[in-house]
């Protein structure tokens, strides 16, 4: 593949297609450069420990494991994991493979201009130290994860050591919790809270986000299906005790497009069977009381509506385009009707906050990931006799549920500028530039540049790992 025709700015698949094929936005004839050069290349030794502290920093950073096990609640420490990982970044990717990423990946750009409205809104909002406190060190945090996570989860078998080691994590602070009380907070209303400030809703939607995770490192490897199917179950299991309606849509939403998406023919028949079982565990979990809540929509302990304070996040947007500033939204809500109430959906805070320009970049970030690994399912399918296309097709399938979960749940809660959900947003972003079956938007058949080829046969193939 030796140039190609123009390609559309705004289609970002087709721009990094034909960049990492060696033809810019506009075409061209070159092959090989810098874009074509760094993506093709394998991690080297020191990324690859590297992404050994981002697997640990993201379970302290995306899972709050500090909050369980309290003995890693170590002042200041993630802050001092997030710059140790920063100048890791800085010291292991050169100049020119920044550029690359930045030329090759449209949702780089769009979370810089989140950045640029964060601080731009700073002066600009209602409270400026609220902002400050916001930006520094969460959310700064939380780009780090992004920025991390499109360098190192280019290779698979990174990628897969990252997400075992974050569902085992997880799995283990369920067990802790759930079933010990290890670190739980106070019962209330018969809602499991986990440490001071992990409230229900957040643990569960951490919970449904992972489901799917563990149901494909169950399915990934035969000789140790039955842990992570266990896994899956534990996690299921500990969503009950929260009583989240926003955890209980996101696994629901995971699950659709886990059947839809996870597998085809006979396997999916299986998929099915599996889910069905873990809705009856859930179901059969359910006390009266749990059950009534889940399915009540209307309010929430504070007595107002999520609807009412969703209606009046759009109103603001209106009067205030430009945002109110980063974390400002409860401040305001305490001016306007005396209550501290948060928007209580993730993308009307950061609408309220960052303007309705930071919610386009935001959900354009997402839509970027999701279409890259859509292309990617679409060119494994299309190759479906290709060593190690059927993994990869299973691994986008899930990890599209995750990302389904991880969308919906957000939808209720207030998880706006999470780690959590950056990580999956830049995992899909890396799975589609670095995966040799991918297809442009509008093509049918897969990209097969031999850069890209080369940076398969680099990596090793999820297929042999399951050997």
Not at 156 to 173: D, F, H, K, P
Request: hydrophobic residues 50%; charged residues 10%; glycine residues 12%.
């Amino acid at each position: 593949m030796r140039g190609g025709p123009p390609v559309a700015a705004t289609d970002p698949l087709g721009v990094v297609q034909a960049a990492v094929a060696g033809g810019g936005s506009r075409g061209g004839s070159r092959r090989h450069g810098p874009v074509g050069d760094f993506l093709s290349t394998p991690l080297s030794p020191a990324l690859r420990k590297l992404a050994i502290l981002y697997a640990v920093y993201l379970c302290i950073a995306s899972l709050r494991v500090a909050e369980v096990l309290t003995f890693l609640a170590i002042p200041k420490l993630p802050m001092i994991m997030s710059l140790v990982l920063a100048a890791g970044l800085v010291l292991g990717v050169p100049g020119e493979g920044w550029a690359a990423l930045w030329r090759a990946m449209p949702a780089m750009r769009w979370q810089a201009l989140l950045v640029v409205l964060a601080i731009v809104t700073v002066p600009l909002g209602i409270w400026m130290s609220n902002s400050l406190n916001r930006l520094y060190p969460g959310y700064l945090i939380a780009v780090t994860v992004f920025l991390a996570g499109l360098v190192l989860m280019r290779d698979r078998e990174v990628l897969v050591r990252t997400l075992q080691l974050l569902t085992g994590t997880l799995a283990l602070i369920t067990v802790l919790t759930v079933f010990f009380g290890v670190g739980a907070g106070s019962v209330e209303q018969g809602r499991l809270t986990v440490g001071v400030s992990l409230d229900p809703n957040d643990f569960a939607w951490i919970l449904a986000t992972f489901v799917p995770i563990a149901l494909w490192l169950g399915v990934r490897r035969k000789a140790t299906s039955l842990l992570w199917f266990g896994v899956a179950v534990l996690l299921v299991m500990g969503i009950v005790p929260t009583q989240s309606r926003g955890g209980f849509l996101a696994l629901i939403a995971a699950g659709v497009v886990l059947i839809s998406f996870g597998a085809r023919g006979w396997k999916r028949i299986w998929l099915l069977v599996g889910v069905a079982l873990l809705a009856m565990i859930l179901l059969g979990y359910i006390n009266a009381a749990g059950a009534s809540r889940l399915t009540d929509f209307s309010g929430y302990e504070g007595g107002t509506g999520r609807t009412e304070l969703w209606k009046q996040g759009i109103r603001w947007m209106v009067q205030r385009p430009w945002g109110f500033g980063m974390g400002n939204y409860a401040t305001y809500n305490v001016w306007m009707t005396g209550g501290g109430h948060t928007g209580h959906s993730a993308y009307i805070n950061i609408g309220v906050e960052l303007g309705v320009l930071g919610l386009i970049a935001y959900l354009a970030i997402w839509r970027d990931s999701i279409r890259g690994l859509v292309a990617c399912r679409r060119g494994a399918r299309s190759c479906a006799t290709a060593r190690g296309a059927a993994d990869e097709e299973s691994l986008t399938g899930f990890i599209l549920a995750a990302v389904a979960g991880n969308m919906v749940g957000a939808i209720f809660l207030n998880t706006q500028y999470s780690p959590l959900a950056m990580f999956l947003q830049s995992t899909g972003i890396a799975l589609f530039v670095s995966s040799p079956f991918r297809v442009r938007a509008g093509d049918s058949a897969p990209v097969t540049a031999g850069v890209v080829a080369s940076h398969r046969m680099a990596n090793r193939s999820i297929a042999s790992r399951s050997r």
